[in-house]
């Protein structure tokens, strides 16, 4: 999709900066989805990218692999491209020197010149290996912008490169940049992110029953409900553990159930569908007050497909998923938060391979029509968890998105992107987590972690924790769910408590992180003079009271709901 007009620009890009004192660079969190006429200017000036606008000729660049290269002025607009490409990584190359103790974004407006949908990444190859620090679904005729990132186990000279499977385009790059960070300053771009969207700074006067300030007032808050979701999945398991319940629901205000609302649990045997036990769980749920995300109507995945569904034709596939699907979504209609409505579409195709290729598509409207108040997620793994997966990457994502989006029926609905966040295969890379969701962000639609978890082959404890404040603190996120819910056979791979929930240490990072985060905490202040007192406070529900010389009666509540619009207000006793 091309886009030419300055409005048009605006409905694709998003523009937040986040750094927390006048020294700290602050971060970029915009991206770009669109198709540009021309590159905008890179990021941060291009960082420590010698030449990123290519004014300079090949200054800093040289050929990698056996590729040619040609330095090219269009429109006014100069750029370089890599051409008589033989094999895959054959393109342009710049050494830099990185850090290994510094986390760095990057990014770089890439074009081919031919085609369309051609897959283009970004690579450093260092010392230890290679390093995919993201990749973009290029074009013909129109720039699209590329925004990774990466780390170094070792510091020391690394080339950057490109890299695409398709050999008979050219490549070409405009505005590259690299943007080193130290641990601190990437802290502080969390802080002040954190401090910008999940706080707000407010004024508070105490007065008394005649409207007169209370000097030296004491004021005593009490954060109910927080605003921002968080929790953690359940299984049947907790319906009849008094321990599980407790600690759940001391704990949570949403969650997603393991597997008691999948097809294969609600309809195990053919043509008998039994909702008892999800049925029981929501009911659990509602009465704590604890929201629930519909997971999930479909598993694309053929290996949890029941054998009757394996072994049905097309038109009796099409009959089974019709029922199926307003079954479930009738039974629930507004009782949830959200549904996953088809769940690993980028990855496995099992309903495409016997419906045909819109199958997720017509699910989306079936969906729509049957509970088109709750917003319909796709959810996927992999997107931020790992960059070297080709088929769950932010641009195959959104290219999955839009494709639902536009298919007859479907304008109206209301979208969601899920991230199931499974990290397994390697240590967690910040940088790529944070520009993955810029680039996410840019489609204007929620987002939410959905399944978050970390191998017990890494440090669940240490990367459980720099996740939670990466995650939590990115303006784009709009809830986390952690895929933690302890069954018969106990958890899936990152359990928070052992078996009489009694917290292990990845629980006890939850609640340190919790207690930080102000949730259902306790607190108070003591006004001026003229009954004034200012705090910075997390979204939420409140309770408050005030406490007075001239009066000790604590008996009068005052509900406040916090929102980010909130700036003061008055407390009377």
């Known amino acids: 999709m091309k886009i030419d007009g300055?409005?048009?620009?605006?409905?694709?890009?998003?523009?937040?900066?986040?750094?927390?004192?006048?020294?700290?660079?602050?971060?970029d969190y915009s991206a770009c989805i669109g198709c540009l006429a021309n590159p905008l200017k890179p990021q941060y000036g291009g960082g420590i990218i010698t030449n990123p606008e290519l004014n300079d000729g090949l200054k800093g660049w040289s050929s990698f692999g056996n590729a040619k290269l040609q330095h090219t002025e269009s429109q006014g607009n100069k750029f370089l491209g890599a051409h008589s490409r033989m094999q895959p990584h054959d393109s342009m190359s710049q050494k830099v020197y990185l850090q290994s103790d510094k986390l760095y974004t990057f990014s770089a407006w890439i074009q081919v010149n031919t085609g369309s949908d051609v897959p283009v990444a970004a690579i450093f190859k260092t010392a230890s290996g290679f390093k995919r620090a993201g990749e973009i679904i290029a074009e013909s005729n129109c720039w699209s912008m590329l925004k990774g990132g990466l780390t170094v186990e070792a510091s020391g000279t690394t080339e950057l490169y490109f890299e695409s499977k398709n050999t008979s385009v050219e490549i070409w790059v405009d505005s590259i940049s690299l943007q080193p960070f130290t641990e601190k300053q990437w802290k502080s771009h969390q802080d002040q992110s954190i401090a910008k969207n999940r706080k707000s700074r407010v004024r508070i006067q105490a007065v008394d029953a005649k409207g007169e300030p209370l000097p030296?007032?004491?004021?005593?808050?009490?954060?109910?409900?927080?605003?921002?979701?968080?929790?953690?999945?359940?299984?049947?398991?907790?319906?009849?553990?008094?321990?599980?319940?407790?600690?759940?629901?001391?704990?949570?205000?949403?969650?997603?159930?393991?597997?008691?609302?999948?097809?294969?649990?609600?309809?195990?045997?053919?043509?008998?569908?039994?909702?008892?036990?999800?049925?029981?769980?929501?009911?659990?749920?509602?009465?704590?007050?604890?929201?629930?995300?519909?997971?999930?109507?479909?598993?694309?995945?053929?290996?949890y497909q029941l054998g009757g569904v394996k072994s049905l034709d097309t038109h009796q596939l099409v009959n089974a998923t019709y029922k199926r699907l307003n079954s479930i979504m009738q039974r629930y209609k507004s009782k949830l938060i959200a549904w996953d409505v088809v769940n690993e579409n980028l990855h496995w195709n099992f309903f495409d391979s016997k419906m045909g290729p819109n199958a997720s598509a017509i699910f989306y409207n079936w969906a729509?029509?049957?509970?088109?108040?709750?917003?319909?997620?796709?959810?996927?793994?992999?997107?931020?968890?790992?960059?070297?997966?080709?088929?769950?990457?932010?641009?195959?994502?959104?290219?999955?998105?839009?494709?639902?989006?536009?298919?007859?029926?479907?304008?109206?609905?209301?979208?969601?992107?899920?991230?199931?966040?499974?990290?397994?295969?390697?240590?967690?890379?910040?940088?790529?987590?944070?520009?993955?969701?810029?680039?996410?962000?840019?489609?204007?639609?929620?987002?939410?972690?959905?399944?978050?978890?970390?191998?017990?082959?890494?440090?669940?404890?240490?990367?459980?924790?720099?996740?939670?404040?990466?995650?939590?603190?990115?303006?784009?996120?709009?809830?986390?769910?952690?895929?933690?819910?302890?069954?018969?056979?106990?958890?899936?791979?990152?359990?928070?408590?052992?078996?009489?929930?009694?917290?292990?240490?990845?629980?006890?990072?939850?609640?340190?992180?919790?207690?930080?985060?102000?949730?259902?905490?306790?607190?108070?202040?003591?006004?001026?003079?003229?009954?004034?007192?200012?705090?910075?406070?997390?979204?939420?529900?409140?309770?408050?009271?005030?406490?007075?010389?001239?009066?000790?009666?604590?008996s009068r509540v005052h509900k406040l709901n916090l929102a980010s619009t909130t700036t003061s207000l008055q407390l009377s006793v």
């Open 6 to 27: 300055k409005y048009s620009l605006l409905l694709l890009c998003t523009f937040i900066f986040a750094g927390s004192d006048v020294k700290a660079l602050p971060y």
């Open 216 to 303: 030296n007032a004491t004021v005593f808050i009490q954060h109910n409900v927080p605003s921002f979701p968080f929790g953690c999945a359940i299984t049947e398991l907790i319906l009849n553990n008094s321990a599980h319940q407790k600690w759940f629901t001391s704990r949570f205000t949403v969650t997603t159930f393991g597997d008691e609302m999948k097809w294969y649990s609600t309809e195990s045997i053919q043509g008998r569908e039994d909702y008892s036990v999800a049925d029981a769980m929501l009911q659990f749920a509602q009465q704590n007050n604890i929201a629930v995300r519909g997971h999930n109507v479909f598993w694309d995945d053929s290996q």
């Open 368 to 554: 729509i029509k049957a509970d088109g108040e709750t917003p319909m997620f796709l959810n996927d793994f992999n997107t931020i968890e790992e960059s070297r997966d080709g088929a769950s990457t932010p641009a195959m994502y959104l290219r999955k998105l839009r494709e639902i989006q536009s298919f007859p029926g479907n304008s109206g609905g209301g979208f969601g992107i899920g991230l199931e966040s499974h990290f397994s295969s390697s240590t967690p890379n910040l940088p790529y987590i944070r520009a993955s969701i810029d680039t996410l962000g840019a489609a204007n639609v929620p987002i939410w972690i959905t399944e978050l978890d970390v191998a017990s082959h890494l440090d669940q404890p240490y990367y459980l924790e720099q996740l939670l404040r990466e995650l939590h603190s990115h303006p784009r996120i709009q809830g986390i769910i952690m895929w933690s819910g302890r069954g018969h056979q106990g958890c899936y791979r990152m359990c928070l408590t052992d078996e009489n929930f009694n917290n292990l240490p990845t629980g006890d990072v939850v609640d340190k992180l919790l207690q930080e985060w102000g949730y259902r905490s306790s607190s108070s202040f003591t006004a001026d003079v003229n009954g004034f007192f200012e705090a910075s406070l997390s979204h939420g529900d409140y309770d408050m009271m005030i406490s007075h010389s001239s009066t000790m009666d604590l």
